[in-house]
């Protein structure tokens, strides 16, 4: 069974650009949340979706979205780049549906780097 | 509200030697509890979970943890460290939040095994 992919693995952009990154989940999971990480706030939960709907979000600007495709499929949105955005963000699926909370099956990351 | 600390941002052992994490959650309810491990430049990955079943839970690679209510305390063991156990581990608590599910993530541990 085919792991979570995230893609682009790296990527480089400068201020002001915006950044679209893209997460493929497990196979028969539903559930898509995604996280930033950086040396100096840890992880930190950006937002989640289940059934293409958003269902949790953390504490970041509006300049952070998502979205999840009716495949289950989940792309995050990064506008107006700042220099402080550069981090992994990491994806996660889960099978859980409403009632539970199951595990979290992480991508290997897209890292972003903002000149 | 939920939250969880590592009570150590670095631990160093010899190879060959016992491994202590330790983590401390706080939580209103019961949560389920994770540790994961990520080695460099690479995604989370699972290395046990405690859902409200057995209190000492085993995981992969040797590694196994111990549920206590009573110290609010979830601390990982593994009885003999091996090179390839250095890394970071990340203490978790997942639950219920208004509309979906909360991650909370430690700071992380990050775990030198020396030779």
């Known amino acids: 069974k085919a792991g979570v992919t995230q893609t682009p693995r790296y990527l480089i952009k400068t201020r002001g650009q915006q950044v679209t990154l893209s997460c493929s989940p497990i196979?028969?999971?539903?559930?898509v949340s995604w996280y930033q990480q950086t040396p100096g706030q840890g992880l930190q939960f950006l937002f989640e979706y289940f059934s293409e709907t958003q269902r949790n979000k953390g504490n970041f600007p509006g300049r952070f979205s998502g979205r999840q495709f009716s495949n289950s499929r989940s792309e995050m949105n990064v506008s107006t780049l700042e220099l402080g955005d550069s981090a992994l963000y990491l994806c996660?699926?889960?099978?859980?549906?409403?009632?539970?909370?199951?595990?979290?099956?992480f991508g290997e990351g897209s890292r972003l780097t903002v000149l | 509200a939920q939250s969880v600390t590592q009570l150590d941002s670095h631990v160093s052992v010899s190879e060959g030697t016992p491994v202590l994490l330790r983590c401390n959650y706080s939580?209103?309810?019961?949560?389920?509890l994770f540790w994961y491990v990520q080695h460099p430049n690479k995604g989370l990955q699972l290395l046990l979970k405690?859902?409200?079943?057995?209190?000492l839970v085993k995981g992969i690679n040797g590694f196994e943890a111990e549920f206590k209510k009573s110290e609010t305390s979830f601390h990982l063991t593994k009885p003999s460290a091996h090179m390839s156990d250095a890394a970071e581990y990340f203490c978790v608590v997942r639950g219920p939040y208004t509309g979906g599910f909360k991650t909370i993530f430690g700071a992380g541990t990050r775990l030198f095994v020396k030779a």
């Open positions: 405690y859902t409200s079943a057995a209190t």
């Open positions: 939580s209103s309810y019961s949560p389920s």
């Open positions: 996660a699926s889960s099978f859980a549906g409403r009632t539970n909370t199951g595990e979290l099956f």
């Open positions: 196979s028969g999971h539903r559930s």
